[in-house]
């Protein structure tokens, strides 16, 4: 391979564009089964599941961006702007623009604590539960760890 080759394939745009086009296919093919389970929501909460669905999918843009300054600290911001204008046109509907309303508030809370701390995006998930608050301390834990794997899956596959 010649060098100027190489160095088209190790670029750092090439590395973002693959950054992004794996966390567009993640994104498309979660379910968030597992933190419906965690939630209490049952399958037949339709309008508690579409919410939490826009919630949990503007956090993992939120978590996928918290990853990408960490792998890509220079392009963070280009990136993940790139990723939401993109998201924008495939995905023109109203529900769509919510998340990504949501995505921005959510990468503006964990921009916050960074990794130290996923305690507050989990609360504040927690508070579209109807439990109890001695059953929201548990499921706030709960949260914070899924989150925390949720993360490291993300991050895991970011490139």
């Known amino acids: 391979m010649t060098g100027e080759n190489l160095a088209q394939v190790y670029e750092p745009a090439s590395l973002g564009q693959q950054a992004l086009e794996k966390f567009s296919l993640l994104l498309e093919g979660l379910d968030f089964h597992e933190e419906m389970e965690i ?8 309008m508690r599941r ?5 919630e ?3 956090l993992y843009m939120g978590l996928w961006r918290l990853a990408l300054g960490s792998s ?14 993109r998201y924008a046109l495939t995905h023109p509907d109203r529900v769509s623009a919510k998340v ?10 964990l921009q916050a604590s960074g990794l130290a701390d996923f305690s507050h995006v989990a609360r504040h998930i927690c ?6 608050e001695k059953d929201s301390r548990a499921m706030t834990l709960r949260l914070v760890l899924h989150f925390r794997a949720v ?3 993300i991050f895991d596959r970011l490139i």
């Open 39 to 46: 939630l209490g929501i049952g399958r037949m909460q339709f």
């Open 56 to 58: 949990l999918r503007g």
């Open 72 to 85: 890509f600290p220079q392009d963070a911001d280009t990136i993940f702007a790139l990723y939401l204008q």
């Open 50 to 54: 579409r919410q939490m669905t826009v």
């Open 100 to 109: 990504l309303e949501r995505a921005q508030e959510y990468w503006s809370m």
């Open 151 to 153: 993360y490291k899956m």
């Open 127 to 132: 508070a579209f539960s109807s439990l109890e």
